[in-house]
């Protein structure tokens, strides 16, 4: 299946700054990828899909301006979230988009936790 | 949009014992179904799925079931190791090309 790489795997930050978090698919084109947001015990949330090239496209109630991001090429896609706060904590997952069909791989996932 | 129910949100076994999560979906559309393993603090990783045109598939210790008139399908897990403890997500797709993912299943398997 896709390999799916994330970085950092966990990151500890103080409130009102910024985190980058990387996903990279390292053996598949992906024009498209899902980012998921997860809190405890619950299941996948659907936050934005990333298109390479052009804006993503954000879930309803996801704030585009606080959680950027930017798909620059057929392999990587970032999430930025800007100005982090404690309610920003939470596990952060990404996945290429395939078509109707095709089985969807994951990344290992990003701890956040805003202090 | 498409709806996945997925039961039981938390399912406790003894070692070797079978586990069942049963899952139901409301798009007819919905043609492909992957089951998930999430490990705690790894993202889900894919244990086995099955399309529409299969009523059932097994891969050794791990079986999945699909009855598209009821829209159900189910995971089965036979002779549970403690290792099987897990969240175990079940998903629909096909009608979307966005996947939706039930609650999860929380397995814990006592040895």
């Known amino acids: 299946g896709a390999v799916v790489s994330q970085h950092p795997s966990r990151v500890i930050c103080k409130s009102g700054t910024s985190v980058k978090i990387e996903c990279r698919s390292l053996d598949f084109q992906a024009t498209t990828m899902f980012w998921y947001r997860q809190f405890p015990k619950k299941s996948l949330m659907l936050m934005a899909t990333?298109?390479?090239?052009?804006?993503?496209?954000?879930e309803q109630g996801v704030e585009k301006d606080k959680f950027l991001i930017n798909h620059a090429s057929l392999t990587l896609s970032t999430l930025t979230v800007t100005s982090a706060h404690p309610e920003d904590s939470s596990f952060y997952i990404c996945s290429p988009g395939v078509a109707p069909e095709e089985t969807q791989y994951f990344g290992p996932g990003t701890r956040l936790l805003v202090l | 949009g498409e709806n996945v129910e997925q039961h039981p949100s938390t399912l406790s076994v003894q070692e070797g014992d079978s586990a069942v999560i049963k899952c139901t979906y409301s798009d007819s559309a919905s043609n492909y179904f992957p089951w998930y393993k999430q490990e705690l603090g790894k993202g889900p990783q894919l244990i086995i799925d099955i399309r529409s045109n299969v009523g059932e598939k097994k891969d050794q210790r791990i079986a999945v079931t699909l009855n598209k008139t009821a829209k159900h399908f189910s995971l089965h897990i036979t002779e549970t190791q403690p290792e099987d403890s897990a969240v175990y997500f079940c998903?629909?797709?096909?009608?979307?090309?966005?996947?939706?993912f039930g609650r999860g299943t929380s397995l814990i398997v006592h040895p």
């Open positions: 998903a629909a797709t096909g009608g979307s090309y966005i996947p939706t």
């Open positions: 990333s298109n390479e090239g052009s804006k993503a496209t954000y």
